[in-house]
């Protein structure tokens, strides 16, 4: 569905005030029929646990003469199932395909978007394979942007994962320690995992990327969707609180597709202790049109904020706020359901 055909958007260019923040937040998939859960009360501070570096590291290689000799260019951007699906239904055509890949329309107008943006790396949430991420990094590269260096981690989805993609050499890769968690006495591990790299910039600083793909809205049989969320969230900020105690100073970019809003619990938790050393500060980055919304949700014709960008403290003095934006081309949502986020950083 095209937005401007949307009644919700024809207000916002008529001038009116968005209320898009007052609405309830749904869910990622738009198949789905959205939950009501209520906001739960900020949990109490978790233990901090310190994280386990894997053996992985990317093989050295020269950083590209086109690089930035400083400074870095972050894009996190949600591409909506690429991969393949048992049932992907068009909404324009109204057919239903199965065990369909993402269609050639919606990933040329993914790579579109991304080249015109020019990050030096790049967070993507929604990739089924790590095929897949290679396809996305070859097909950036046939269109000019060299982004050589690649991480790929998963939960226990089967179908959706994180990828990171980068034009600078990632020096360390890790793993949270504690993935698992307990609710009404059935255990649970985080759904789509948590991508942790380190980027070395030329100029020899680094980069911690934390990605995540938080729970969705859509209601489950075996738990309940906004406690599910609560409880991963945890897990990400016990791994954030373990990297900071063993470096205060640690560079940390948190980024991803949250799947709530700002006054949420999930978020509140990952963002940590107000005016802390330990918070993490989100990038209030808005598009061409001062609008701040990230998610488009067609069947119901709602708008949300889900996708962010945070960073720690010692990152404060870096972000180039100005530059931050909401990436909105026109076709925009040939691409995705979601709308990229560019954080820049000096």
Known sequence: MNPSRSPILALLRGGAVFFASL?????????????????????SEVEPSLAVATSERAPSAAVPATASATGLRF????????????NRYDYETRISAKDAPKPEKEKAAVISLLTDAKPDVLGVCE????EDLMEIQKLLKAAGLDLPHHHFASGIDRSRHLGLLSRFPLSSTATPADTQYKLDGKEYGIQRGVLDATVQTPDSRLWRFLGVHLKSKRDVEDGDQNLMRINEAQLVRKHIDGILNTDPQARIISYGDFNDTRASSPVRIIQGPYNSPRSMSPIGAHDSRKHYWTHFWAKEDVYSRFDYIFFSQSLKKDVIFPECRILDPENWDDASDHRAVLGVFR
């Open 23 to 43: 609405l309830l937040a749904v869910s990622c998939e738009k198949k789905q029929t959205p939950s009501a859960a209520s906001v739960l009360p900020l949990a």
């Open 75 to 86: 894009v996190t951007y949600n591409v909506e199932n690429w991969l393949i699906l048992e």
């Open 127 to 130: 990739i089924g394979s790590k």
